[in-house]
């Protein structure tokens, strides 16, 4: 259970609950977590709207097991997002936080009493595992996050496996499309053979286990990273709340699906009643789907892990925390300058190139494509001292290789490549700075949205846009 069944949750299941007959059998189904464990040095309020931390918990405790595959009651957190709500209650930006990434972890309180040491450039999901519980540690992630982004969180919410498969079974299913053949190997690389078509090519309907199945594919479709998975996930809630509006909004058809979150889902003491869940609910009901953009956290590979990449960042932790949209506006639409100023809010100032040479290498069979980069980087103020075809011409993504120095400025180029593996060059003699294309450049030379590479967009669709994974035309995901 990843990024789908947690949004979902947040934004329509406490929608939902806004209908009074299910008012008093959700009040017996909440589960609240200690708020003795949340830091006291927090973030101050931000200039407006308020923050939702949403955790999917991967726990094989209960009725989890059947469906989980894994082994070990405590939970981790296997999909995390902040959702930021706007003040003007109309806007809603969800910024995924892959569970790779290396952050410091605050001290947290234990279920004994006492409180841990900090921990420096640790994996993100390892703070939901501190106090080794079933339920994981929803607090000790929440100070995770205020400290790494000084958002104040108003709101902590986990869902887990159970509660995502009941939501999916609730609706009837949720419409998807594969671009192959899925396989049970590619659910489970490590078997010995391929295994069985699980998922055929083309349109289908998934609910239950074979939804959970769907969304946590990382094998055998897109890149394979767990990057790749977060962009499926993103489309796919798109389609779950399609569905859910295409039958309306009444009793009979959200009843089901709110006691099927309400079931699985744990929240902070703020949201521990129904009556806190209906106020709550009720800021969220003006939020339309195509007011609510899907974000990733600026990002770079570092080995297996992932890295922060900043100052992208910062840009849009303070963007969030001034309430202005992520293309550079305030909640009530107007622009901070009187225009757009999408690459200064999202990616800080914009990129150039003074002082940085470069050469391009083509990665790939697509005839003139070095030169057609070499181009832009001039227009952007690189200096480009040669242009060549790579010594291989099968490179899925684009490589920026730097010497000794170059470091800050491969970072600078890379901004200009969305998703490239940027990495300090081993061969001698190869003090300056190169990039080799790769076809996902080949594919789209412009592709900036987060969900598709490591980098805020100068400019995100205000709709979720389909995983690039999936190109049935005949079924839209936004």
Not at 1 to 9: C, E, G, I, P, S
Request: hydrophobic share 40%.
């Amino acid at each position: 259970m990843r990024l789908a069944a947690a949004f979902t949750l947040s934004v329509l299941v406490l929608l939902v609950v806004g209908a009074g007959c299910v008012y008093l059998q959700l009040n017996g189904n909440i589960t609240t977590f200690g708020a003795d464990g949340v830091s006291d040095n927090r973030p101050a309020a931000g200039a407006g709207g308020s923050n939702v931390l949403v955790i999917g918990s991967d726990s094989r405790a209960g009725g989890n097991s059947r469906l989980g595959g894994g082994e070990g009651d405590v939970g981790r957190s296997d999909t995390a997002f902040l959702l930021h709500v706007y003040g003007d209650s109309q806007h809603a930006v969800a910024v995924s936080l892959p569970r790779d990434t290396l952050v410091d972890i605050p001290p947290c309180k234990l279920p004994g009493g006492t409180w841990t040491q900090p921990q420096h450039n640790v994996m993100f999901n390892a703070a939901f595992t501190i106090g080794q519980t079933a339920k994981g540690n929803p607090a000790c992630t929440q100070n995770t996050v205020e400290r790494l982004t000084g958002l104040r969180v108003d709101h902590t919410v986990v869902v887990d496996f159970e509660g995502f498969s009941r939501m999916t079974s609730a609706v009837g299913g949720v419409p998807v499309c594969l671009p192959k053949d899925i396989r049970q190997g590619d659910l489970n690389p490590n078997r010995a053979a391929p295994g069985k078509v699980i998922f055929p090519k083309g349109p289908q309907t998934v609910s239950g286990q074979r939804a959970l199945d769907y969304v946590r594919i990382r094998h055998g479709i897109g890149d394979g990273s767990d990057m790749g998975r977060i962009k499926r996930q993103q489309a796919f809630v798109s389609s779950l709340i399609k569905k859910i509006k295409s039958q309306g909004v009444n009793p009979s058809t959200l009843l089901p699906l709110a006691n099927a979150a309400a079931e699985s889902m744990t929240v902070d003491p703020g949201l521990g009643t129904a009556n806190k869940l209906i106020s709550f609910a009720m800021s969220l009901k003006d939020i339309d789907l195509h007011n609510t953009k899907f974000v990733t956290m600026p990002w770079r590979y570092q080995g297996a892990r992932v890295a922060i990449v900043h100052p992208d960042a910062d840009a849009l932790w303070a963007a969030l925390r001034a309430d202005r949209t992520i293309d550079g506006q305030d909640a009530s639409g107007r622009s901070r300058h009187g225009k757009s100023s999408a690459r200064s809010a999202s990616t800080g100032a914009p990129v150039s190139g003074a002082g940085i040479s470069v050469v391009v290498y083509n990665g790939t069979r697509v005839a003139g494509l070095a030169a057609s980069a070499a181009d832009e980087l001039k227009t952007a103020g690189f200096t480009v001292t040669g242009t060549a075809t790579a010594p291989s011409q099968d490179h899925a993504t684009t490589v920026i290789a730097y010497g000794p120095g170059r470091d800050s400025q491969a970072r600078t180029l890379a901004r200009l490549f969305p998703g490239a593996d940027v990495q300090q060059a081993t061969a001698s003699g190869a003090p300056g700075i190169s990039v080799t294309l790769g076809q996902s450049y080949a594919n789209d030379p412009h592709a900036g949205a987060s969900d598709a590479s490591g980098h805020v967009p100068s400019a995100v669709s205000d709709k979720v846009r389909s995983a690039d994974d999936n190109p049935c035309s005949n079924l839209s995901y936004g």
